[in-house]
């Protein structure tokens, strides 16, 4: 079984599948999605990028159109809202027209719609924890009747400190339900919460969980610190896609962005003291191309899911290696090719090479024209606006 047609799912959702130009499965969805469709608990890890929110979706859907009840029968908790946003988003492309609008409960927000999508009883409800244990608080939200559960991104809302909101959110559901849980990597805490909550599951896993895609080319500059900024306009300029920048702070994603925005780039930012309408903004530019570079903390690692991002550049190292394998995830997704670049200075390369060790692996190092990235930012733009920038070895300028 290879593609979609070959599931047995109903005209309508084959139809919807058809008109969204989903033809083939990916490895994890041909072998999560037919037990998921059986009613069995199913386990998937898999690399970011893998399909896995159609290995959920499908079945859940299958489920919403053979439901009379008006009450929510499936809920699906995500670590960010914007993940859920964009689950939110793919339900809605997928849905067929006798089915009801999802809720959408996140923060950041107005509590007003959601709160009234749940009186109304919404089938699917798609929900971050806090938001959604708060609502549940104070008895806007009745969860006695759901039949399937998808925990998403499990990994990352344990990371996020959800435990304690989930175990609230799991213990007012019915015990006989179905589970299906995916996550990128399978840590003890992970683990621990498979043994609690289902029910002799399907495991799923695919691939490495600690690799990066080998679609993504991964490259490292070692540089000084004062020499960082020039290393990352090279990159730019030297770029015609979409291109990702990390960061470990707020205060440095907010200070990298206005520089790059002064340098004449169109640069937006995320990070978690951003309001939720700047976030979409930001976003929504990002994808639609009003935005060249998006400059966000690790907030966008795992929360977004943006087409053809041609390159990630980790202009901060990363604290952990499962922090890197998120981050360059966001790129080379769906068998495109992708570029991921990290660039250290100073004790970051440190951090570097223990990062390649836990990963064993081996990025390819580029020299840097040193004596362009040490120049001030302003004779480094003006120079390389008018294009007498020397190519970088290993690299090509068009």
């Given at each position: 079984?290879?593609?979609?047609?070959?599931?047995?799912l109903?005209?309508?959702?084959?139809?919807k599948?058809?008109?969204?130009?989903?033809t083939?499965?990916?490895?994890?969805?041909?072998?999560?999605?037919?037990?998921a469709?059986?009613?069995?608990?199913v386990?998937?890890?898999a690399?970011?990028?893998?399909?896995?929110?159609?290995a959920?979706?499908?079945?859940?859907?299958?489920?919403?159109?053979?439901?009379?009840?008006?009450?929510?029968?499936?809920l699906?908790?995500?670590?960010?809202?914007?993940?859920?946003m964009?689950?939110?988003?793919?339900?809605?492309?997928?849905r067929?027209?006798n089915?009801?609008?999802?809720a959408l409960?996140i923060?950041?927000?107005?509590?007003k719609?959601?709160?009234?999508?749940?009186?109304?009883?919404?089938?699917?409800?798609?929900?971050?924890?806090?938001?959604?244990?708060?609502?549940?608080?104070?008895?806007?939200?009745?969860?006695r009747?759901?039949?399937?559960?998808?925990?998403?991104?499990?990994?990352?809302m344990?990371?996020?400190?959800?435990?304690?909101?989930?175990?609230?959110?799991?213990?007012?559901?019915p015990?006989?339900?179905?589970?299906?849980?995916?996550?990128?990597?399978?840590?003890?805490?992970?683990?621990g919460?498979?043994?609690?909550?289902?029910r002799?599951?399907?495991?799923?896993?695919?691939?490495?969980?600690l690799?990066?895609?080998?679609?993504?080319?991964?490259?490292?500059?070692?540089?000084?610190?004062?020499?960082?900024?020039?290393?990352?306009?090279?990159l730019?300029h030297?770029d015609?896609?979409?291109?990702?920048?990390?960061?470990?702070t707020?205060?440095?994603?907010?200070?990298?962005?206005?520089?790059?925005?002064?340098?004449?780039?169109?640069?937006?930012?995320?990070?978690?003291?951003?309001?939720q309408?700047?976030?979409?903004?930001?976003?929504?530019?990002?994808?639609?191309?009003?935005?060249?570079?998006?400059?966000?903390?690790?907030?966008?690692?795992?929360g977004?899911?943006?087409?053809d991002?041609?390159?990630?550049?980790?202009y901060?190292v990363?604290?952990?290696?499962?922090?890197?394998i998120?981050?360059?995830?966001?790129?080379?997704?769906?068998?495109?090719?992708?570029?991921?670049s990290?660039?250290?200075?100073?004790?970051?390369?440190?951090?570097?090479?223990?990062?390649?060790?836990?990963?064993?692996?081996?990025?390819?190092r580029?020299?840097?024209?040193?004596?362009?990235?040490?120049?001030?930012?302003?004779?480094?733009?003006?120079?390389?606006?008018?294009?007498?920038?020397t190519?970088?070895p290993?690299?090509?300028?068009?």
């Amino acid at each position: 079984m290879t593609t979609f047609s070959e599931l047995p799912l109903s005209h309508a959702l084959q139809r919807k599948l058809a008109a969204a130009q989903f033809t083939n499965l990916t490895p994890i969805q041909e072998r999560a999605i037919p037990p998921a469709l059986d009613g069995r608990d199913v386990i998937g890890t898999a690399q970011t990028g893998t399909g896995k929110t159609l290995a959920f979706l499908i079945p859940l859907i299958e489920l919403l159109d053979q439901e009379p009840v008006r009450s929510t029968v499936a809920l699906v908790l995500l670590p960010t809202r914007e993940l859920a946003m964009q689950v939110h988003e793919q339900y809605e492309q997928l849905r067929t027209k006798n089915m009801h609008k999802a809720a959408l409960i996140i923060g950041g927000v107005s509590e007003k719609a959601q709160i009234q999508s749940l009186r109304a009883g919404s089938k699917l409800v798609i929900a971050t924890p806090g938001r959604l244990q708060d609502l549940m608080n104070r008895k806007f939200a009745n969860l006695r009747d759901v039949k399937l559960l998808v925990l998403d991104e499990a990994d990352r809302m344990l990371d996020m400190g959800f435990l304690p909101a989930i175990r609230r959110i799991l213990s007012a559901l019915p015990k006989q339900r179905q589970t299906l849980c995916f996550s990128a990597t399978m840590e003890q805490s992970v683990a621990g919460l498979v043994n609690e909550y289902m029910r002799n599951p399907v495991r799923v896993a695919l691939g490495s969980v600690l690799k990066p895609a080998e679609s993504v080319q991964l490259k490292a500059y070692e540089v000084r610190p004062g020499e960082k900024i020039g290393c990352l306009l090279q990159l730019l300029h030297a770029d015609k896609g979409q291109t990702l920048i990390f960061t470990r702070t707020k205060r440095g994603t907010e200070r990298l962005a206005k520089e790059l925005v002064c340098d004449g780039f169109a640069a937006a930012m995320i990070h978690g003291d951003r309001s939720q309408s700047q976030r979409n903004e930001a976003l929504s530019g990002f994808q639609e191309g009003r935005f060249q570079v998006l400059v966000a903390t690790d907030i966008a690692a795992r929360g977004l899911h943006v087409d053809d991002v041609a390159h990630v550049i980790n202009y901060d190292v990363p604290k952990m290696a499962e922090d890197f394998i998120h981050r360059v995830g966001r790129t080379g997704r769906a068998g495109l090719q992708g570029r991921a670049s990290t660039l250290a200075a100073g004790a970051e390369v440190l951090e570097l090479r223990q990062i390649e060790r836990t990963l064993k692996l081996r990025m390819e190092r580029i020299q840097t024209d040193t004596t362009m990235a040490a120049l001030p930012r302003r004779v480094i733009q003006n120079t390389l606006t008018s294009r007498t920038l020397t190519a970088l070895p290993g690299e090509v300028f068009v």
